[in-house]
């Protein structure tokens, strides 16, 4: 879709890991994110060491190209304002919440699919106050 993700995982124990995902998109016109960095927590439900279902907190440094327009009437002047402005490379950090499933065969190739939304904390009149994460991940566990 116009990235590619690159992730590590640190499993702690049968039912948790730690770890990050890094997102760089090759398409800018495709994709507005620059890129983004994203630590997380991650706790299984699975019957297998580390698999199945699971429930994520993430950290989220992103970096994202934004153009804003916005207008308002003003009656007392009877007067349309308009304002747009156009910022390269802001950066925000998020957190958030996601969820998916982890599939591993016998020889421990890796099918993975999730999906999180965090918010960014900082620079909240923007348009990426509100930050998705996800996709479908293919490994290999070792």
């Known amino acids: 879709m116009g990235a590619i993700e690159v992730d590590y995982q640190y499993l702690l124990n049968e039912e948790s890991a730690i770890g990050v995902d890094l997102l760089f998109p090759f398409d800018d016109e495709t994709i507005d994110v620059n890129y ?13 060491y580390a698999t199945g279902f699971f429930v994520e907190a993430f950290g989220m ?16 002047t009877d007067t349309y304002f ?4 156009y910022d390269d ?9 996601g969820t998916g499933v982890k599939l591993i065969t016998k020889r421990g190739f890796i099918v993975e699919i999730d999906l999180g939304i965090g918010r ?11 930050f998705g994460k996800g996709g479908i991940n293919l490994g290999y566990r070792f």
């Open 36 to 48: 983004y960095v994203a630590p997380y927590y991650r706790q299984y439900f699975g019957k297998k």
């Open 61 to 76: 440094l992103n970096s994202v190209d934004d153009y804003t327009y916005r207008s308002y009437y003003d009656e007392s």
């Open 82 to 85: 308009s304002n747009s402005r």
């Open 89 to 97: 490379n802001l950066v925000d950090f998020a957190l958030g919440i």
């Open 120 to 130: 960014n904390l900082f620079n909240n009149d923007r348009d990426f106050t509100i």
